[in-house]
T-cell receptor, first 113, second 113 residues
Framework: DTEVTQTPKHLVMGMTNKKSLKCEQH?????MYWYKQKAKKPPELMFV???????INESVPSRFSPECPNSSLLNLHLHALQPEDSALYLC????????????FGPGTRLTVL | TQLLEQSPQFLSIQEGENLTVYCNSS?????LQWYRQEPGEGPVLLVT?????EVKKLKRLTFQFGDARKDSSLHITAAQTGDTGLYLC?????????????FGTGTRLKVLA
C-alpha cells in the first residue's frame, strides 16, 4: 500500500462545531505532517510528528489540535474555527522525520461558515 | 526562513511545445524536491535533486540542480495535456537549526490540445 488516505474529502462546519480530520498511511513511515493550503498558494507546514510524538508546531492556533494515536494514523481536531481557516488540509508522510521526500494524501477541503 | 521563488508564475502552451520552469533562492539547500499538484489533490513527488550540478530525467521531464545548490530547473519536452498542473519545488528551509519544509511559489502550467 503506497497511499496516504484522508477523510473526509469535503467538510463544511460552523464556527461553533467540533470536527476531526483523519489521515492514514500503511507504508511504515515514521513521520507524518499536516499542511494547510489556501487557494492559489503553496502548502504551508503546520505540524510534524516523528515516532508518534509532536516534533514541530509551526505556531498554529490552539483551535487546531493534532493527535497521533499510532504510527499509521494522524488526526487533526478542529474547534471554534474561523472562516479564514477555510482551506485544503493536506496530510503527508515520510520514511523518517526531516526526510524531505514526502507523500501526500488527497486532502480535505474544509469550509468554515 | 529561506524562500523559494518560482518563475514563471503561469504558463499556457500548446501541446508539443517545450518549456522550462525555474526555482530560485538566495540560500543553499541540501536538496530540493519537485512536485506536481492537480486541482483538488495533494502534491505528487516527482524527483529529488541532491548534488550540485545534478541532472535527473523522468521520461520527458529533465530536472537540474544548480552548481551552488541555490536553484533548480524543470524542463519538459514535447508537453502533453496530461502535464497540466501546479508545479512546486520544495526544500528544507529552516534557519538557526530549526526545521521548516517550504514550498516554492508555484508554476501553474496549462497545456492546450
Amino acid at each position: 500500500d503506497t497511499e496516504v488516505t484522508q477523510t473526509p474529502k469535503h467538510l463544511v462546519m460552523g464556527m461553533t462545531n467540533k470536527k476531526s480530520l483523519k489521515c492514514e498511511q500503511h507504508m511504515g513511515h515514521r513521520a507524518m505532517y499536516w499542511y494547510k493550503q489556501k487557494a492559489k498558494k503553496p502548502p504551508e507546514l503546520m505540524f510534524v510528528y516523528s515516532y508518534e510524538k509532536l516534533s514541530i508546531n509551526e505556531s498554529v492556533p490552539s483551535r487546531f489540535s493534532p493527535e497521533c494515536p499510532n504510527s499509521s494514523l494522524l488526526n487533526l481536531h478542529l474547534h471554534a474555527l474561523q472562516p479564514e481557516d477555510s482551506a485544503l488540509y493536506l496530510c503527508a508522510s515520510s520514511v523518517l522525520a526531516f526526510n524531505n521526500e514526502q507523500f501526500f494524501g488527497p486532502g480535505t477541503r474544509l469550509t468554515v461558515l | 526562513t529561506q524562500l523559494l521563488e518560482q518563475s514563471p508564475q503561469f504558463l499556457s502552451i500548446q501541446e508539443g511545445e517545450n518549456l522550462t520552469v525555474y526555482c530560485n533562492s538566495s540560500s543553499v539547500f541540501s536538496s530540493l524536491q519537485w512536485y506536481r499538484q492537480e486541482p483538488g489533490e495533494g502534491p505528487v513527488l516527482l524527483v529529488t535533486v541532491v548534488t550540485g550540478g545534478e541532472v535527473k530525467k523522468l521520461k520527458r521531464l529533465t530536472f537540474q540542480f544548480g552548481d551552488a545548490r541555490k536553484d533548480s530547473s524543470l524542463h519538459i519536452t514535447a508537453a502533453q495535456t496530461g502535464d497540466t498542473g501546479l508545479y512546486l519545488c520544495a526544500g528544507e528551509g529552516g534557519t538557526s537549526g530549526t526545521y521548516k519544509y517550504i514550498f516554492g511559489t508555484g508554476t501553474r502550467l496549462k497545456v492546450l490540445a
